[in-house]
């Protein structure tokens, strides 16, 4: 048996027709730029996520990034980020030329420990970036009380997290902002690339708004410096058609994992910690162990599909060479990027395959 990590092509032909009547309607209109599916996809994932706007943009990492430059990050400024995370978490602080402060995370659930948080912050603090990783909430009530009061920003890079939930509260809605990224192997993907920063605050969500059109309002007239940051209109159109399939497939991944947790129970592998406030959409479902790399290979061999998200924590990356971290300095994170290894938890999984990588995972052992 072969078991790839995610099988997008087993999605696809579930909603073929669908899709390609959504790009039809794309080419009959010739509406390539905004338009009525982007406006239409920005309503319906601004209500998913209990925001009162969406504004669409060209990736997850352009999300950050023009979130940041709403919040009106730049040189100078420190951005508290985790340093367990998908780079362009703090590549994007990095670009506006402020400074990415690494935090390390919790050794169970992988999130951003909210007390080193605490510790890292100074009066340079401008913006904070909890992640909810691999698809579960980071502890958001205790980090939105830190910032009480002060001048900083807290957006939430939930680019493996929609339609996740905190305390019956959607992934987006927690912190000032809240960034989706639409990059095919998350939830919710994308032919291509795509993203979207949600909000409740009118004034950040007209900003973002501005400064995805290159700043300018009205057209021709720049308030701002911006970029070209938007979402293409055949992929919003697409999106549109998955969103609508968005809750059965997270719901199938959690039962994915629940079989995992039952299959798994007596292996000695570490398995996936939920705090029992967070309702999980397991974006990735990620395994620990102290002999990872041989399990990998182990696994490779027997035509299972894994990968490890994160061999390198950001605070030891070459490029971030000048902030002056080194080894030992992050160290839950460090330990953590030797042990993770997701297994596949894609939708449409069988239980077939899900029996074979538990019992190579065992024959391992
Ligand atoms: C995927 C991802 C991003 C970036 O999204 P892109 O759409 O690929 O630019 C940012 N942060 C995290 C945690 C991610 O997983």
């Given at each position: 048996?072969?078991?790839?990590?995610?099988?997008?092509?087993?999605?696809?032909?579930?909603?073929?027709p669908e899709v390609?009547?959504?790009?039809?309607?794309?080419f009959?209109?010739?509406r390539?730029?905004?338009?009525?599916?982007?406006s239409?996809?920005?309503e319906?994932?601004?209500?998913?996520?209990?925001?009162?706007h969406g504004?669409?943009?060209?990736?997850?990492?352009?999300?950050?990034?023009?979130?940041?430059m709403?919040?009106?990050?730049?040189?100078?400024?420190?951005v508290?980020v985790?340093?367990?995370?998908?780079?362009?978490?703090?590549?994007?602080?990095s670009?506006l030329?402020a400074?990415?402060v690494?935090?390390d995370?919790?050794?169970?659930?992988?999130?951003?420990?909210i007390?080193?948080?605490?510790?890292l912050?100074?009066?340079?603090?401008?913006?904070?970036?909890?992640?909810?990783?691999?698809?579960?909430?980071t502890d958001?009530?205790?980090?939105?009380?830190?910032v009480?009061?002060?001048?900083?920003?807290?957006?939430?890079?939930?680019?493996?997290?929609i339609g996740?939930?905190?305390k019956?509260?959607?992934?987006?809605s927690?912190?000032?902002?809240?960034?989706?990224?639409?990059?095919?192997?998350?939830n919710l993907?994308?032919?291509?690339?795509?993203?979207?920063?949600?909000?409740?605050?009118?004034?950040?969500?007209?900003?973002?708004?501005?400064?995805r059109?290159?700043?300018?309002?009205?057209?021709?007239?720049?308030?701002?410096?911006?970029?070209?940051?938007?979402l293409?209109a055949?992929?919003?159109?697409?999106?549109?058609v998955k969103l609508?399939?968005?809750?059965?497939w997270?719901?199938?991944?959690?039962?994915?994992?629940?079989?995992?947790?039952?299959?798994?129970?007596?292996?000695p592998?570490?398995?996936?910690t939920v705090?029992?406030?967070?309702?999980?959409?397991y974006?990735?479902y990620?395994i620990?162990?102290a002999r990872?790399?041989?399990?990998?290979?182990?696994?490779?061999e027997?035509e299972?599909?894994?990968e490890?998200y994160?061999p390198l924590?950001?605070?030891?990356?070459?490029?971030?060479?000048?902030?002056?971290?080194?080894t030992?300095?992050?160290?839950?994170?460090?330990e953590?990027?030797?042990?993770?290894?997701?297994?596949p938890?894609?939708?449409?999984?069988?239980?077939?395959a899900?029996?074979y990588?538990?019992?190579?995972?065992?024959?391992?052992?």
């Amino acid at each position: 048996m072969k078991v790839p990590l995610l099988d997008l092509k087993a999605q696809f032909v579930t909603i073929e027709p669908e899709v390609r009547a959504a790009i039809d309607r794309v080419f009959e209109t010739q509406r390539f730029i905004m338009g009525p599916e982007v406006s239409g996809l920005e309503e319906e994932v601004a209500a998913l996520s209990a925001c009162a706007h969406g504004i669409g943009v060209s990736s997850g990492t352009d999300a950050l990034l023009c979130a940041l430059m709403a919040a009106g990050v730049g040189a100078g400024d420190e951005v508290i980020v985790p340093t367990f995370t998908f780079f362009s978490t703090a590549g994007s602080v990095s670009r506006l030329g402020a400074r990415p402060v690494f935090a390390d995370i919790e050794r169970d659930t992988y999130n951003v420990d909210i007390a080193k948080v605490a510790d890292l912050m100074t009066e340079r603090t401008r913006a904070i970036i909890p992640v909810h990783l691999f698809g579960q909430c980071t502890d958001m009530d205790p980090l939105m009380e830190l910032v009480a009061g002060k001048n900083i920003t807290v957006i939430e890079d939930a680019a493996q997290s929609i339609g996740a939930k905190y305390k019956g509260r959607p992934a987006g809605s927690l912190g000032h902002l809240g960034c989706f990224s639409f990059f095919p192997s998350k939830n919710l993907g994308a032919f291509g690339d795509g993203g979207m920063i949600v909000t409740n605050d009118a004034a950040l969500a007209e900003r973002c708004a501005v400064l995805r059109q290159h700043g300018s309002k009205p057209k021709y007239y720049h308030k701002f410096v911006g970029a070209n940051f938007r979402l293409d209109a055949i992929q919003a159109a697409i999106l549109r058609v998955k969103l609508k399939h968005l809750p059965g497939w997270s719901e199938q991944r959690r039962r994915n994992a629940d079989r995992y947790n039952k299959l798994l129970a007596d292996a000695p592998v570490t398995l996936p910690t939920v705090r029992d406030y967070n309702e999980m959409i397991y974006n990735q479902y990620v395994i620990s162990h102290a002999r990872r790399d041989a399990l990998q290979a182990h696994l490779k061999e027997k035509e299972i599909g894994t990968e490890i998200y994160y061999p390198l924590p950001l605070h030891l990356q070459e490029c971030f060479s000048d902030l002056g971290y080194t080894t030992g300095t992050l160290p839950v994170s460090e330990e953590a990027a030797k042990r993770v290894l997701a297994l596949p938890v894609y939708p449409e999984l069988t239980d077939e395959a899900q029996t074979y990588v538990a019992d190579c995972i065992r024959s391992f052992m």
